[in-house]
Antibody
Framework: QVQLKESGPGLVKPSETLSLTCTVS????????VSWVRQPPGKGLEWMGV???????AYNSALKSRLSISRDTSKSQVFLKMSSLKTEDTATYYC??????WGQGVMVTVSS | DVVLTQTPPTLSATIGQSVSISCRSS???????????LNWLLQRPGQPPQLLIY???RLESGVPNRFSGSGSGTDFTLKISGVEAEDLGVYYC?????????FGGGTKLELK
């Protein structure tokens, strides 16, 4: 059974860096891609980026300068780091395996 | 970046009614490998998205066959043949042919 679970701080201050972890089970990170998708309250889905099975990455053009996605295959974990946070980065952050398997999401509020 | 335009933004339907959602792309989603990576997701209230359709018309395992996808190039359609109460929520198209991937703005299906 495939499971993905996001974890990280619920509250981050403006200008700080957000670090999230997606822990995966039943799913090979070296075989399949994992994306990060976010959703501001009451709004639509925004694709943030992907890490492919070979470890290469691609990012949303608007977030590229602030965003980094990496992984630790030995721990079956995918990481998201986004710097220079703004209040408009307040959202629920999801990780998704091949868009088929989704975590429940983690709500992140950016506020001082 | 590819822009996906979904219409209508809101759809009111009665139980048993058949409905269609359009997703139009700003450029062809045909990949050089011959596949078209256009997917449809449903997000029920308070839930993460779930994959309904991938590669334009392939039904995800466990998804009822009242859902169907069609289209090619830049024009795609999701059809629900006989809406049921559990189908209510927001539908998104998402393309993964071109990096960065992009989502449509969503179509909210509600009961009339």
């Amino acid at each position: 059974q495939v499971q993905l679970k996001e974890s990280g701080p619920g509250l981050v201050k403006p200008s700080e860096t957000l670090s999230l972890t997606c822990t995966v089970s039943g799913f090979s990170l070296t075989s399949y891609h994992v994306s990060w998708v976010r959703q501001p309250p009451g709004k639509g889905l925004e694709w943030m980026g992907v890490i492919w099975g070979d470890g290469s990455t691609a990012y949303n053009s608007a977030l590229k300068s602030r965003l980094s996605i990496s992984r630790d295959t030995s721990k079956s974990q995918v990481f998201l780091k986004m710097s220079s946070l703004k209040t408009e980065d307040t959202a629920t952050y999801y990780c998704a395996g091949i868009l088929r398997y989704w975590g429940q999401g983690v709500m992140v509020t950016v506020s001082s | 970046d590819v822009v996906l335009t979904q219409t209508p933004p809101t759809l009111s339907a009665t139980i048993g009614q058949s409905v269609s959602i359009s997703c139009r792309s700003s450029q062809s989603l045909l990949h050089s490998n011959g596949n078209t990576y256009l997917n449809w997701l449903l997000q029920r209230p308070g839930q993460p998205p779930q994959l309904l359709i991938y590669l334009v018309s392939r039904l995800e395992s466990g998804v009822p066959n009242r859902f169907s996808g069609s289209g090619s190039g830049t024009d795609f359609t999701l059809k629900i043949s006989g809406v049921e109460a559990e189908d209510l929520g927001v539908y998104y198209c998402v393309q993964s042919t071109h990096a960065p991937w992009t989502f449509g703005g969503g179509t909210k299906l509600e009961l009339k």
